[in-house]
């Protein structure tokens, strides 16, 4: 059997035609359920609705957040569960399964190693491949019609939960993501291009000096949530010479 990986964006708006072609020739979509009322998963959903494919939910297994100190090792085990969740449905079904991946597969995205480890296992014979999505860096940048970086120089995307270890190590230019709010204590003289939601309905974007925008970002932050009931944001970051 086959599994395509398929980046969808931001939502139905941002499907390529290659995507779109690819979508007509699945028998069906794969996606995990993270939570009741998961509102990503409903984007997901109206990408399949465009194309006429039905959705299979999957429940994401639960994964142990309390110990940070153990990171790697609480999420392999999160990863083996989902694995094991995966292999079920595509036992099932067979034929030809779309896994439809919010922005690019390739930018901090599991499913790839997902599909990767149940292709290695060899428990559900697949054969895979994967096709590119736009990224909320992508998204980001063209909102704010901006370069990510100068001419010839570096970009560095990190966790916000890495972003002081970054400063730390000299980076200058850096794309902040998996953030739970704009935390940019020490970098007030810095210059922020963030946005939230970006690519829907309830998208938020501001720019300037850290330390003038910080109380801007965070109120947009908030009526995003509020608006949309999630939230997802993303910034650049750079040091001022
Ligand atoms: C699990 S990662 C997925 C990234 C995705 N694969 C991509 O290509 O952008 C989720 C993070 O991506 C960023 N993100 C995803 N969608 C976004 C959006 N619509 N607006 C702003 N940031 C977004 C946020 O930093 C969020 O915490």
């Not at 153990?70 to 779309?98: N, S």
């Not at 730390?168 to 810095?190: C, H, K, R, T, Y």
Request: hydrophobic share 45%; charged share 25%; proline share 6%.
């Amino acid at each position: 059997m086959r599994v395509r990986v398929l980046g969808i964006g931001m939502g139905p708006r941002h499907v390529t035609a290659e995507v779109a072609e690819a979508l007509r020739g699945c028998d069906y979509a794969v996606a995990a359920r993270k939570r009741e009322g998961d509102e990503l998963l409903a984007l997901r959903r109206a990408v399949c609705d465009a194309y006429g494919l039905p959705l299979v939910a999957v429940p994401d297994p639960e994964r142990d957040r309390n110990d940070p100190a153990d990171y790697p090792a609480a999420v392999a085990a999160w990863h083996e569960a989902r694995v094991a969740a995966y292999e079920r449905v595509l036992g099932e079904r067979g034929g030809t399964a779309a896994f439809l991946v919010w922005g690019d597969p390739a930018l901090y995205d599991s499913t790839l190693r997902i599909v990767a480890r149940v292709a290695e296992r060899g428990v559900v014979p697949v054969e895979y491949d994967v096709l590119p999505g736009i990224s909320a860096p992508q998204l980001l940048a063209a909102r704010h019609r901006i370069v990510l970086h100068g001419v010839g120089r570096p970009v560095h995307v990190t966790p916000a939960r890495r972003l002081n270890e970054a400063v730390a190590a000299g980076q200058d230019n850096i794309v902040v993501m998996l953030g739970s709010g704009p935390v940019f204590e020490g970098l007030e003289e810095w210059s922020v291009w963030w946005g939230a939601n970006l690519g829907t309905d309830t998208e938020e974007l501001v720019a300037g000096r850290v330390g003038d925008v910080l109380p801007a970002i965070g109120a947009a932050r908030a009526r995003a949530r509020e608006r949309a009931g999630w939230v997802m944001d993303a910034a650049l970051l750079r040091r001022n010479t």
